[in-house]
């Protein structure tokens, strides 16, 4: 059966809302938390600024928002958009819980081990959203790259803060 993409703005609402949503809330823990303990525990020197950080996930966010569209809305619809909403959803809520668990509860190892379940469901989510449309699969590539890198951001500040 031939598979087409039709918009649907309700639902290109819908998960932009959720995935924005996520940012902010994520912002506010990231917010919270940078007054007084993340100022003065070690960094590595290579510790991207937190405007970079903030512009990154900005178009991190936005491609994720408009992967999540593009999976949703393939037709026919079939388990695999379900599938991918799914998918789509946990990994907000690890994106957000990294965020709690390093900003808010100051557990570096915590977030580190945390991060490895976000990079699972973000490769989750490629291989879903690949199957529904190739362009939405390629749109969450910088997603997985960043976190790798952030991966080894936090197993750096981990590995210089052992005393925490």
Do not use: C
Not at 35 to 42: D, E, L, P, R, T
Not at 101 to 116: D, K
Not at 137 to 157: E, H, K, M, R, T
């Amino acid at each position: 059966m031939a598979r087409y993409l039709r918009i649907s703005w309700l639902s290109a609402l819908i998960i932009t809302a959720f995935v924005y949503g996520t940012a902010v809330i994520g912002s506010l823990f990231t917010t919270v938390g940078m007054f007084g303990w993340y100022q003065n525990i070690a960094k590595p020197p290579w510790t991207p600024s937190g405007s970079v950080i903030g512009i990154v996930w900005t178009i991190l966010f936005t491609l994720t928002a408009m992967a999540g569209i593009l999976a949703w809305n393939m037709r026919p619809r079939s388990g695999d958009n379900i599938m991918a909403m799914e998918i789509l959803g946990i990994n907000l809520l690890l994106n957000m819980l990294w965020t709690y668990i390093f900003f808010m509860q100051h557990s570096i190892n915590g977030a580190l081990l945390e991060m490895v379940l976000l990079w699972l469901s973000i490769l989750a989510a490629i291989v879903v959203f690949r199957r529904l449309n190739r362009v939405a699969g390629l749109l969450l590539l910088p997603y997985i790259l960043w976190v790798s890198f952030a991966f080894y951001l936090n197993w750096a500040i981990a590995m210089l803060n052992r005393a925490l």
